[in-house]
């Protein structure tokens, strides 16, 4: 169907759907690897306010990394094993008769086995396993298999054990492993043996999540959330509260990258076409702050990141390479126009690398705010701000080039006018022949003229 068919009202009310969905939470542990593997899970929560219950329903959304059949997983709600509703995953994803994982829902009264939860036990809560298999994968140069798990707890507020809430910011959560135990099956009552006592073992631990941000407030009930590669916390923490001092250098990280990209280098390329005769000066300086932001920005990146394995990441760091590229090509160019007065090697490569770096950057900018689930309205205002970007350089463009043709016919006796009617533009972005009088006015005392042999002119 074509889009002009589509009423408008249905595009705004899929606008609205969009706008008003909540942003799924997540939690992760990477520990897998082939020389000393320790807990590899993630978990991502989605909630949903159902009118027919009057109570939320809880999406869960579980994957296990396994390179073996050996031991289980676990996570569960609460800050200690008594009354938490716990699902643990395990089974052998190299089976020949190819089964899939086992998801086993149980709970415990105190410090003992945990046993299979009975819908006795539920107080009201409704819980079913919406999903369960095996997909291969990759960690590092290690191939793997990853156990995927999909659970829907309906009315989960009536939880009679440890509360799960949905409106709450910091609610805890608890986890488990257990790499040792050899199963004979892999039923999901099967009795599970121990996990390390101490947390400084990596057999168990705790974590905060912000569930009033997992709300999905859309009128239809939503999917399990989809797990983010590579995110390890979102909307979660380790500590209660959950906002650490990492949270804020991912906010800072974002803000740099932004400031970079959508205000100080294209502010920098208008500069460099605002027909002053500073303009050269004040393009290198915006372009240096721009630089710097970006190299700043990429650092905290790189501390932040558990590891580099996706393509923001990757993308990251080819922009990186390139803005020091820039710097040196610009420089370049900038002492062999001065000394022959015509583009060069220096120029065409600063040109052309120029155009894919600030593509990349302002792709980017989307990609990390896509990693770090933003939301549809996050996106959105980047996008606009994306698109002013590119109505701002273009409109800039072409006022200077008709700033150009429309110059009085008496500027043609300028000493530079012979130079600027036989070459070609400075930058091909633009089309307008102010930047390469501007540069060539910024190496020269303004008090002094600037003089150019007849040989020069023609």
Excluded at 54 to 76: I, P
Excluded at 152 to 181: H, L, T
Excluded at 292 to 316: P, Y
């Amino acid at each position: 169907m074509r889009l002009s068919r589509i009423p408008y009202f249905h595009l705004i009310l899929i606008f609205f759907a969009h706008w008003t969905a909540g942003e799924p939470v997540q939690y992760c542990r990477f520990g897998h690897n082939s020389q000393d593997a320790t807990v590899d899970f993630c978990l991502g929560i989605t909630t949903h306010y159902n009118a027919t219950s009057d109570d939320y329903d809880m999406y869960l959304s579980m994957q296990v990394t396994r390179s073996s059949a050996l031991g289980w997983t676990a996570v569960g709600t609460g800050s200690i094993m008594a009354g938490s509703l716990m699902f643990i995953i395990y089974g052998d994803p190299f089976s020949e008769h190819q089964l899939p994982p086992t998801v086993s829902i149980r709970t415990i009264d105190g410090h003992h086995q945990p046993h299979l939860l009975s819908s006795a036990e539920t107080g009201g809560a409704d819980l079913r396993l919406l999903q369960a298999g095996w997909v291969p994968g990759t960690t590092g140069s290690d191939e793997v298999s990853i156990a995927q798990a999909a659970v829907v707890c309906y009315s989960c507020g009536k939880w009679p054990g440890m509360p799960i809430s949905a409106n709450a910011k910091s609610q805890p959560w608890i986890w488990a492993w257990n790499d040792k135990q050899e199963f004979e099956e892999y039923s999901d009552d099967v009795h599970l043996k121990v996990h390390p006592y101490h947390a400084t073992d990596e057999g168990w631990g705790r974590f905060y999540v912000d569930m009033a941000r997992s709300i999905d407030k859309s009128p239809s009930a939503p999917s399990p959330p989809p797990i983010k590669p590579g995110v390890a916390e979102l909307g979660a923490s380790e500590i209660p509260g959950g906002l650490s001092w990492m949270d804020s250098i991912v906010h800072v990280h974002g803000w740099v990258m932004s400031v970079a990209f959508l205000v100080v280098f294209p502010a920098g390329v208008v500069a460099m076409r605002s027909g002053s005769p500073k303009s050269f000066k004040y393009h290198w300086a915006l372009q240096i702050l721009a630089s710097v932001l970006l190299l700043v920005g990429v650092a905290i990146g790189l501390l932040r990141a558990h590891k580099i394995d996706s393509v923001h990441h990757w993308v990251g760091i080819i922009v990186a390479g390139c803005s020091l590229i820039q710097i040196v090509l610009g420089w370049r160019h900038h002492v062999l126009f001065v000394k022959i007065q015509r583009r060069q090697w220096a120029s065409y490569g600063h040109i052309w690398l120029g155009r894919a770096f600030l593509l990349l950057g302002w792709a980017n900018v989307l990609t990390g705010l896509l990693l770090t689930g933003r939301s549809f309205s996050w996106i959105a205002v980047a996008l606009g701000l994306i698109a002013a970007d590119v109505v701002v350089l273009i409109g800039w463009i072409w006022v200077s080039a008709h700033r150009r043709k429309q110059r009085p016919q008496s500027e043609d006796e300028s000493p530079l006018y012979a130079l600027q009617s036989t070459r070609d533009d400075y930058f091909a972005v633009a089309v307008d022949d102010d930047d390469d009088e501007s540069e060539i006015r910024s190496t020269h005392d303004e008090s002094e003229p600037v003089s150019i042999s007849k040989k020069d002119a023609e």
